[in-house]
């Protein structure tokens, strides 16, 4: 499977609300770095890490939440996707558009890092 076959592997599993899918793609060492300003700001590694830090936290805390992909570029085992994250949190009842940038590395087949780079006032802004 080629890095953008990996990442698209993820992104379609997230359409589908299929965590297992979403996570499937991930090396077992994978590093996830979500942006700095966001809730759930930090470096995590390890599958088991990223789904209690990240996933299930999202889940928990928004009633709709969906990262929609715009465009995606590749370039070897680089990956890099644009789009918007959509969502109303569930304590306040905002919604929210925010823009995203994620760069992916793949190597064998498996994701070993992902890092997140968003629009977190407006995220921010609809938790508060």
Same mark, same amino acid.
């Given at each position: ?14 359409? &589908?609300?299929?965590? @297992? ?9 994978? *590093?996830? /770095? $979500? =942006? ?6 930090? /470096? ?7 789904? $209690?830090?990240? +996933?299930? &936290? ?6 709709? +939440?969906?990262?929609?992909?715009? $465009?995606?570029? =590749?370039?070897? @085992? ?5 789009? @918007?994250?959509?969502?109303?949190? &569930? =304590? ?6 925010? *823009? +995203? /940038?994620?760069?992916? &590395?793949?190597?064998?087949? *498996?994701?070993?890092? +992902?890092?997140?780079?968003?629009? /977190? ?8």
């Amino acid at each position: 499977m080629s890095a953008l076959e990996v990442v698209q592997a993820h992104y379609a599993a997230s359409e &589908r609300g299929d965590l @297992d899918g979403m996570l499937a793609p991930l090396a077992p060492d994978a *590093r996830w /770095t $979500e =942006a700095a300003g966001s809730t759930y700001a930090g /470096t995590y590694f390890g599958v088991d890490a990223i789904r $209690e830090n990240v +996933f299930h &936290r999202i889940g928990a805390e928004w009633v709709t +939440f969906s990262a929609n992909v715009s $465009e995606v570029l =590749a370039a070897g @085992d680089t990956v890099v996707a644009l789009g @918007d994250y959509v969502g109303v949190h &569930r =304590a306040t009842g905002k919604a929210m558009t925010a *823009r +995203f /940038t994620h760069v992916w &590395r793949v190597a064998d087949g *498996r994701v070993t890092s +992902f890092e997140q780079v968003a629009d /977190t006032a407006l995220i921010r802004a609809a938790e508060n």
